[in-house]
């Protein structure tokens, strides 16, 4: 299991696939250099002339709704309707869904596509998936173990891989549920950690559009193997972020399978 992980870290690094992120404004610096350091190919981009261009010649799509205005709504609708026309793999990070009826409303509309991956923290995947209520901006109010029964009925109702962040990552799909135990409370004092995770997966599922359940299980281990790294180097979240980048750059096959705390709930992989 450890290694056909790493296979997935292995053939980002080989293939550099191009990730088209229709992103929040806050994080499109972080994201791209995460996407860079892990050897994916970033591009942000939301005008409505070339959205769609720019998604026919990606490997996935990323849409982050941390920063909605309607322009970049329906930039999200002309690039998805593209993925989907494409058949390839497109990343829904609801960032701060139930906060507002309108981020409601237009989460309502995403998930409707049928997106590969829904990667949120608890309070957001329970939103989404009607199961629970109100989130602190972008900070879960639950914990992931509360989300896992939403996140099983949001993969039902949207055929989607979905992945609930927190100090245990949980990701289920269908009969499948792994669990990883990586990643630093640092992590928490950074913004867009968590968007950042999800443009990563998008990469990930892009090299591997057959199982995006694996693509996005090796994409978490990373992200919080790498996270556990720079907390050990970093004197505060300004330097975690830099020795992040390294750690994403930097990883080797020892070092991920000797951090990597996995648990396979079942026999699904």
Known sequence: MKEQLWNNVRAVKENSPLIHNITNYVVMNNTANALLAVGASPVMAHGHSEVSDMT?????????????????????????RKALERNIPWVLDPVGAGATPYRNKILKELIRNK?????????EIMATANAGTGT??????????????AARELSNLTGAVVCISG???????????????????LMARVTGMGCTASALAGAFCAVNPANPFVATTAAMALTGIAGQIAAEKAAGPGSLQLHFLDALYNITEKEFQLRLKLKNYNEGL
């Open 136 to 149: 602190k901006g972008v900070d879960s109010t639950n914990k992931s173990e509360e989300a896992i029964e």
């Open 56 to 80: 026919g010649i990606a490997a996935a799509l990323v849409v982050n709704i941390g920063t909605l205005e309607d322009y970049w709504v329906e930039s999200m609708h002309l690039a998805i």
């Open 115 to 123: 997106p590969t991956l829904i990667r949120g923290n608890a309070s």
């Open 167 to 185: 100090p245990t990552d949980h990701i289920v799909y269908k009969e499948n549920h792994t669990g990883l135990s990586n990643g630093h409370k």
